[in-house]
């Protein structure tokens, strides 16, 4: 598969910095097409209509991520591209259910007028964190317990993963803290400014990463001379 050639993952989990920006671009291309769409043919954003405007961001942008990073995928020998893409659809509906219960727990509203909201504001949170993971690392817990409970990414690959899946979490918690003040704005009802916040802070990880793969690929020049 020539995609594969191009973005070759060392057995260390290394990925040159034009790899990884491929990796991200790919990722977040989607989502800028996609605000473009709803805003210029439909005219809807997440004020008017946002699980109409929600769901064609991560429609669109998830066949992406997938494509990316199953080509990421642990284990290339007996771990295939099709099985990596298999996880991360199985892992789409189940990060999307994480997500939501978490976001219940902190104090989501809940009710039915909020289900296709919350539906699709969890289903773009999965496509943020879960389905990256999935697809990369598989069901291995070590990895997941080593990347999302201790933060400990040791490669290059795992910072394309976690940066921008930390950034979104982080994002939408922020965005969340204007929805109890008494501003009266559209904007500040569920989960529009979470949601937001969440895209913010992804775009913001997706930098992150590439600025450590960077610092990585540095220390390991210094290091060898």
């Known amino acids: 598969m020539a995609a594969e050639d191009q973005i070759a993952v060392g057995d260390r989990g290394q990925l040159s910095p034009s790899r990884a920006c491929w ?3 790919v990722c977040c291309l989607p989502l800028a097409f996609g605000f473009l769409v709803t805003h210029k043919a439909y005219g809807w954003n997440f004020t008017t209509h946002y ?6 961001l991560w429609v669109s942008a ?3 991520v997938l494509l990316a990073y199953s080509l990421l995928r642990r284990n290339r020998q007996s771990n ?4 990596a893409i298999g996880r991360g659809l199985l892992a789409l509906p189940a990060g999307a259910l994480l997500n939501a219960s978490g976001a219940i727990i902190l104090g989501a509203p809940i009710g039915f007028q909020y289900f ?3 539906l699709n504001w969890s289903l773009l949170m999965s496509f943020f964190t879960v389905v990256p993971a999935a697809s990369v690392y598989g069901w291995s817990w070590s990895d997941w317990k080593r990347i999302f409970a201790h933060f400990k990414p040791s490669s290059d690959v795992d910072y394309t993963v976690c940066l921008p899946a930390h950034g979104a979490i982080l994002g939408a918690w922020f965005g969340a803290w204007p929805m109890p003040l008494d501003w009266e704005r559209p904007w500040q009802e569920w989960p529009i400014c979470v949601t937001y916040g969440a895209i913010t802070g992804y775009l913001l990880g997706s930098v992150a990463s590439l600025i450590s793969i960077l610092a990585l690929r540095r220390g390991h020049h210094v290091k060898t001379e």
Do not use: I, N
């Open 23 to 25: 990796v991200h671009l």
């Open 116 to 118: 296709t909201r919350t």
């Open 51 to 56: 699980w109409q405007t929600t769901a064609l």
């Open 62 to 64: 998830c066949p992406f």
């Open 80 to 83: 295939s591209f099709y099985r």
